[in-house]
């Protein structure tokens, strides 16, 4: 199992930044995929950005070039550093492991942006 700890998120004004933070309870080289997903009352929970091992990385159209991923194997961290922030960004926020083929996630974290 992976046990995932966020921390993070909060209030901000738009074009504000906001910084989100998760640790594995596992060494991160063993984890192959890290990522943040976002949901809203009433909708499905979207991808926002992933970073392999290697450091490959994806992200959602409505976040390039506004939001940057990071990721420590050594201290099994992985980091979302989001800057120009939109009231549409608002939602809560999931920290996802990818470990033997198996979906672990967070706890959530509230990210709040007013206009």
């Known amino acids: 199992q992976v046990q995932l700890v966020e921390s993070g998120g909060g209030l901000v004004q738009a074009g504000g930044s906001l910084r989100l933070s998760c640790r594995a309870a596992r060494s991160g080289f063993s984890i192959n995929t890290m990522g943040w997903y976002r949901q809203v009352p009433g909708r499905q929970r979207e991808l926002v950005a992933t970073?392999?091992?290697?450091?490959?990385?994806n992200y959602a159209d409505a976040v390039k070039g506004r939001f940057a991923n990071s990721r420590d194997n050594e201290k099994n961290t992985v980091n979302l550093q989001m800057n120009s922030l939109k009231p549409d960004d608002t939602a809560v926020y999931y920290c996802?492991?990818?470990?033997?083929?198996?979906?672990?996630w967070g706890q959530g974290t509230q990210v709040t942006v007013s206009s």
């Open positions: 970073i392999t091992t290697s450091g490959g990385k």
């Open positions: 996802n492991a990818d470990f033997k083929f198996v979906n672990y």
